[in-house]
Structures are given as structure tokens and as C-alpha cells.
Nanobody, 113 residues
């Protein structure tokens, strides 16, 4: 299984970005989501979405970020609005299937004026 994330970049505070992550193969993952890691900090959960449509968001992104997925394309998206400097991090795509965790390589998001 390979996860390919893209969509990161440099934006100003208040702007938006959309991340996407495509998983190889035909497996439908139980949970797909996004995590992020800033320098000197542990990797933290940003948002997850199950095949049944249940979502979970970190408190810091509630109301600003939205996760969605296209099961037919095995792709998960993260729409990030009203970005803040503290959202700056490397964002990692994650997929879970039968107890196994799969990770993408990460995409850098930098929010700076």
C-alpha cells in the first residue's frame, strides 16, 4: 500500500489549502485521515473519517478544516480554511486497515505573512 499526498504549500494567514491523498490498490480502508507534525513536537491527529462517514477533528481545527473521502478513488481530502501560523507543519496522510497503519511521506504546509 502506498499513500501519495499532495497539495501543501506556502500561504498567508486566513487563506485556504486543500490536501489530497490517494491510496494505491483496491482496499477500502476502515479509517483515513490526516496527522501533522511541527518541529520539536509530536505528531498529532488533525482529522479522521471512517467508511461510514464518522469524523473526528482536533479541537484546534474544528470549524476550519473539513475532511472528506472518495471511496471509489481511495482518496481522502483535507480542506483547510482560515489557516493560522500555528497550522504550519508537515501533514501526513494515514490509512488504517485490519489493524495496520499506513503512512504517506508528508506534505509541507507553511502559513506565514
Amino acid at each position: 500500500v502506498q499513500l501519495q499526498a499532495c497539495g501543501g504549500g506556502l500561504v498567508q494567514p486566513g487563506e485556504s489549502l486543500r490536501l489530497s491523498c490517494a491510496a494505491s490498490g483496491r482496499s477500502i480502508f476502515n479509517v483515513m485521515g490526516w496527522y501533522r507534525q511541527s518541529p520539536g513536537k509530536q505528531r498529532e491527529l488533525v482529522a479522521t473519517l471512517t467508511t461510514r462517514g464518522s469524523t473526528h477533528y482536533a479541537d484546534s481545527v474544528k470549524g476550519r478544516f473539513a475532511i472528506s473521502r472518495d471511496n471509489a478513488k481511495n482518496t481522502v481530502y483535507l480542506q483547510m480554511n482560515k489557516l493560522k501560523p500555528e497550522d504550519t507543519a508537515v501533514y501526513y496522510c494515514n490509512a488504517k486497515l485490519m489493524g495496520a497503519d499506513y503512512w504517506g511521506k508528508g506534505t509541507q504546509v507553511t502559513v506565514s505573512s
